[in-house]
Nanobody, 124 residues
Framework: QVDVVESGGGEVQAGGSLRISCAAS????????YVWYRQGPGKDREMVAS????????RYADSVKGRFTISRENAKNTAYLQMNNPPPEDTAVYFC?????????????????WGQGTQVTVSS
């Protein structure tokens, strides 16, 4: 079991910056990819960014490329999402998912753990 906790959300002005964090704890030995998702008011949940276990594979949604940066500190079992120059459309609850857990005592990349989310509000 892996517990995932997001933090750092809040209100930011359009054009500002904010960094949110995702901390994992528990049985983290099988962890691989961190993925950030978001769900804005009246919108479907969408993938925002992901980072592989050694940070060599980074992926971003087209809507955030060039503005958001995902990173991770494996020693702290933590991932970050740096948000720069956000417009009000980036207002959403941001969720972190950790991929990789145990199934039948073996590591399984299909096992995912979700956090409760952190609210980010971008004011104009």
């Amino acid at each position: 079991q892996v517990d995932v906790v997001e933090s750092g959300g809040g209100e930011v002005q359009a054009g500002g910056s904010l960094r949110i964090s995702c901390a994992a704890s528990g049985d983290t030995t099988c962890m691989s990819t961190y993925v950030w998702y978001r769900q804005g008011p009246g919108k479907d949940r969408e993938m925002v960014a992901s980072i592989s276990v050694r940070g060599q594979d980074l992926r971003y949604a087209d809507s955030v490329k060039g503005r958001f940066t995902i990173s991770r500190e494996n020693a702290k079992n933590t991932a970050y999402l740096q948000m720069n120059n956000p417009p009000p459309e980036d207002t959403a609850v941001y969720f972190c998912t950790v991929r990789g857990g145990r199934k039948n005592f073996l590591c399984n990349s299909d096992v995912n753990f979700w956090g409760q989310g952190t609210q980010v509000t971008v004011s104009s």
